[in-house]
Each structure stands twice: as C-alpha cells, then as structure tokens.
C-alpha cells in the first residue's frame, strides 16, 4: 500500500489524484504511529507541560495552586540543599561513570575472547541488569550492613575492622556507587561486546601481519572502532547517572545526615515529604535542562573520538 | 499540508483522547448493592498490631447501620501522609480518614477537611473528653473528631533491674537516676543495653520540656530551643548514644530494632508509647511502666489521633455517623481498652477505668499519671520539614560529627527559616 503510494504513476491523473494520496498516505502513517504517540503523550507529553506550568506555582498538593512566576527557581538556585544535591549527582557521576564503563569494557574484552563457559558467564553478568532496583538494593544494604553484613564480618576475619558502609557519611557515596557499577556492568558489557564483534577481524590480522603489539592493536583498532557503542554507553549512564534514585532511596533515603541527597531524590522529597511539588517540578525542569546541556555538549564533542566505520 | 501542521493535529487528537481517558476513572465513586453508600476510611494505627479490633468496631457499626458499608485501608505511619495527600491531589481521597493532632493544622487550613457540624446528627458532644474535642476545632469549626489518645512512658525490663541489682525506676526518678541505672544495666559482652530513646524531634521537645525549656517563642514566630534548656536536653539524648544505647552502625537501620532488642529481654529501660502494650503481652520477662523521668519538670509526649471526613466526600452524613461510631460509641471505646489499643478520649472515667483492670503491666496508673504534665508537640505549617530539620542536626551530634551546640544552632536557624 505505501509502495504504490509514493511511486508516482505516469501521466496527469497524478496532478489530480496527489493531494487525495498525499491524505492517505498521512493517514496510514498516523496509524503506525498512535500505538506509541498516545503512551508518549499520556505520560511524557502531558506530564511535562503540567509540570512546567506547576513549577511556577506554589502547590502542597491539598491546597489551591498560588501563582509564583519564576519564584520556585530563583529560590532553588539560592537553596543550599539544591546546591548539595546538585554536587552529591556529580559526586555520584564521577564515580559511578568510569567505574561502569571500564568493568564493562573490561568484561566485554574478557568475555569476548574464546574461552569454555562463555555463553554462561555472559549471561550471569547480565543477570543484574534485568534485576529489579529493590531487590538489588536491600541485597547491598544486607551485605553492607555496618553491623551485621557480610562484608564486615569477613573482613572482621582479617582483623580489620570494616566502616559504617551507609551509616557513615564518607562511605554512604561511594558504597551506592559500588552496587550501582556492580549493577549496570552487564548492560555495558553486552552493548560493547556487540561492539567488539562488529570489527572485522581483517583489520587485526593485516596489523599483525604489520608486526603491531596487542597494546598498538587495543588502542589504534580497536578502541577507535569500538567508539560508537563507547558513545552510546557513555551517553546512557550520564543519563541514568543524573536520574539516580532508587538506590539511594532504599539504602540511606539520603542519609546519613543528607551525605547521599541526590537531585532525584531532592524532587521526591519536596513533592511527597514536604508538599512542596511546585518547588520539586522547577528543580525537575533545573535537572532536565542540565541534562540537555551536557548530552547537547556529548553529541557536539563526539566528533573529536567517534569513529563511524 | 505541512509536515508541521500534520504533528500538531494528531498531538492534539491524541490529547483530546488523553483528557477523555482520564476524566473517566477519577469521578468514579465506588456504590455498594442495594442501595448501600460505600463509605471508605483510611487509617494508620489499626495495622499491624489491630485490624482485627477495627474489624470489631466496623462491624458493629454496620449492624446498626445497615445501608453503611465501611471499607478500611490501611498504611504504615510511614506512608500514611504520603498518599493522604497524593489521593486528595488525585481527587480520589477517602471519604473518612485518620489524621493525628500534627498534621490537623495542614488539612484543616488547607481546606481538606469537612466541617462535621454540617453534617451532624444527633448526639452529645459532652461524650468527648473537652480538651480533645477542642484540640480539633480551627476557626470554631470541628473538623475531626477525637478518636484516641497515647503517651509515652518509660517501659523496664524488671528481671533486669533485679539480676544487677539495682532498685526499680519509679515516678520520682530524674534524668541523674535513669543515667546511673543505665550505666550498672549495660553489659556490651552480653549485648545488654540499659536505656534506649531515639535521638530525634519528637524526643528532643519532650526532654526540652522536662528541662524547663521552650521550642517556639510565644509568638511561635521564632524558635526558642537553642539555649541552655535545649543544649541540656540535646546532651541529654546524643549522650546515651554508644554508651548506654547502641550506635546508628550497631541498628544498622534495622526494623523495630528498640522493639526486638526490649522483647529480647536484652534492652533494660525503653522510652515508647503505651501501643506497645499489645505486642507485648506474651514476653518472657517481667516489665512494668513508669512515668518518664524528668529534669527540670516532668512533662510526657501526648500523641493524639482523630478521624475526619474529606471535603469532598458525597456521603458526608455517613461519614459524620463513622467517624462520630469509631471515636465515642461504648463498642469502640471499649474495644480500645480491652486491647489496649491506646485510650478513647472519652469523658466517661468509668468506660477509662476498665484499663486499668488488665494485669500487664502492672501499674497502668502510670498511664493516667502522665497526663498531669504533658509536652504536646509544636505546629508549624512546614511540619515535616522542621521535624526532619531538628532530627537531621541531633543525628549528626549523635554520632559525633558536630559538637552539640552547633548542631542546635544549625537547627535553630533551619527552623527559623522554614517560620519566616
């Protein structure tokens, strides 16, 4: 139907006939797309429209909205919270970004050599990553418990006396970094493996035949080649870094004393602890535009290291 | 047609349908058969522990009032508010819920609640203990109706006290003999401890109190607890803490850790309220209740639930004869009671004096006695806020990273912001 549809027929019924096809076609088009444009709308769409119209109000969700223009963000800008949970994102980006990345790259170089128990072992890194957050989550909490978890009892074994994991607010961070890398490795792992089967592997023997070491090779081939699905990863964790939530609302609720209050879990907070959701639309719309910037910057920047064919 | 003009119409068809989806589902009231009004009610002090004397009550209530089906839902304390609120968002709230005397001011003003004596019937309101009844009315409206009542108390571990030998707390004991008790009590080698009592707001207004102290300024426009009262009681509480009392890192943010370890027979003294009674009926140990010691005064957390109607509920006299059933008739009252499921702020001593016949613990009086001298808790409108505020600052004193009268100035200025 869509192939007679834009073939153009000969003569001067198509002059006549165009506009009426044009229709059709337009029509047939809109078919295919509701299935998705109306979730799309329903839930992304409408739900940020609504949100930017409440952030400029002041709503505890009960009450009337009261009209505040750009009150909400001028506040949010001078909050000392907002400043902390922006810098304790990053904190957790700056972490959780290299350490997902190269156990991932690292994974995928292993695991895509030739070796017995390939395909299991493929799987069972990839096992967290279809996990649920919860489950993931309180198993960490329960491994890391300062008292009673299982990673303070074996290192009690070598008379070391294991920190506070969540309790302390020195290790709260980088406890949730841990299990978050630990959990999204297998995701990375999986897109970079993908990766590293797409190079052919004509260009690693001509460089062998070359007489180039397997350093020369991994950084001139390989690396350059893999550098569309490093981009693509890359991009999908600073996102997901950004957004970080359930995890830190399962293992500290940002505690101890705020030292995991993230952006995310700043918004839930003022919506349903403080019914403050004016306040916590505006700093979803600060955090939005954040992240548009910085993956604006990625796609503008990936011309200096990606690599296409 | 252009390309753009095409996107904007079937954005438009899709939000046409979007707003005719979703105006269906949220004005859809639940109807019982026959002609039955389908009144819901939700609650936070009925789970865990009492369900089943809620189910007592209701069904009480609905043998005389047939054409009135109650359907109960439930929510831990935790929650509670949170979906309060985003159902009263949502335009799908419960027509009857529970509020307790801290939040009444947020939906009272908020304009959340009905004002029941639209809807009242018959019915004699000298029934309520008047300060109750009073504790829920704003602008000379009663908004809810008092439906129980709790304190806190200190509970005690008696087979404790005997093997160490150390005398029992009584009703005269200060802070000095608590202190000197839970020092002999506390056996880390056996993980006893000898005194528990949570480091947060709602602890820290109580011992402020008992220190002689205020937590606003008259007015209420100002906080007044960074002084000498409130660094006495701050000391107070973050001093337990790792001598007397485990660490943060030794609950290691377990569940009804206090509960556990008291039940345990391993907690000497505990600072809880008095729904702890039920749950624990079967422990294997002998405990008993005190009036909490004091400083300066003595003075005992009051904790105070009510049960309210939303404004927009289309049952509101059903909802008037709920609320009016669960919080004064003799079954509910003396279901309360007998299970000890906190205190009915009814006027009827007689109706309260059943209480006091239950053997365990053994001196109920105590109880009663709390309520000479009570703390109730400060309302602000930004509640959560200067709660979590004044219990953020105590936690970092408590495990050490903030000396005690920095914590309280950093809270006080916290609070003072959230009043401005």
Redesign the interface.
Known sequence: MTLTAVRPKAGGTRERRAPRR??RY?GTV?VF??PS??PL??YT??PMVASFWTSLHEW????EMRWVGLGNYLELLGDAGTRAAFLHTLYFIAGYLPLVYLGGLGLALLLNRAMPGRGLLRGVYFLPVITSWVVVALMW?WLL?????VVNWALGLFGVSGP?W????DWAMPSIIFASAWKDLGFVMIILLAGLQAIPKEFQEAAMVDGATAFRRFRHITLPLLSPSSFFVVVISLINGFQVFDQVKIMTGG????ATQVVVSQIYDLT????R?GAASALSWLLFALVLLVTIVQIRGQKRWVTYG | ?SQRI?VAA??AA??L??TA?SQGSATKAPSGEGGKVTLRYFTFSAAPDHVKDLDKIEKAFEKENPKIDVVVETAPFDEYF?KL??S??GGTAPDTFELNYENFV??AS???LLDLDTVKGDGDPSVYAKESLDAFQRDGKQYALPASFSTVVLFYNKDLFDKAGVAPPTADWTWADEQAAAAKLTDKKKGVFGDFQPVQFFEFYKTLKQAGGEFLSADGKKSAFNGPAGVKAAQWLVSKVGKTMPT???????ADYDTNLFKSGKLAMWHNGIWQFAGLKDAAFTWDVVVEPGDAAKASAVFHNAVAASSGTKHGKEAWAWARFLSSSNTAATTRVESSWELPPVADQAVLSGYLKDPKPANRQAVFDSLKSIALPPVIK?Q??MQ?AVT?QL??AA?G?KPVEEALKTAAADVDALLS
Not at chain 2, 248 to 254: D, F, L, M, Q, V
Request: net charge neutral; aromatic share 8%.
């Open positions: 044009r229709w337009a809109a797309l509701l444009l109306i709308t329903l769409l409408i505890d969700l009960i009450t909490k418990n300062p008292a009673s978890g506070g969540w309790t302390d607010p505690g101890p004393g705020g349903f602890r403080y019914g959701a | 047609m095409r079937s954005l899709a939000a349908l979007a989806c949170t609120q985003t009263i968002a947020t939906y908020a304009g959340s943060e890192a030794e609950i290691g943010g377990t930004r959560q806020e979590d953020k936690t970092e495990a990273r």
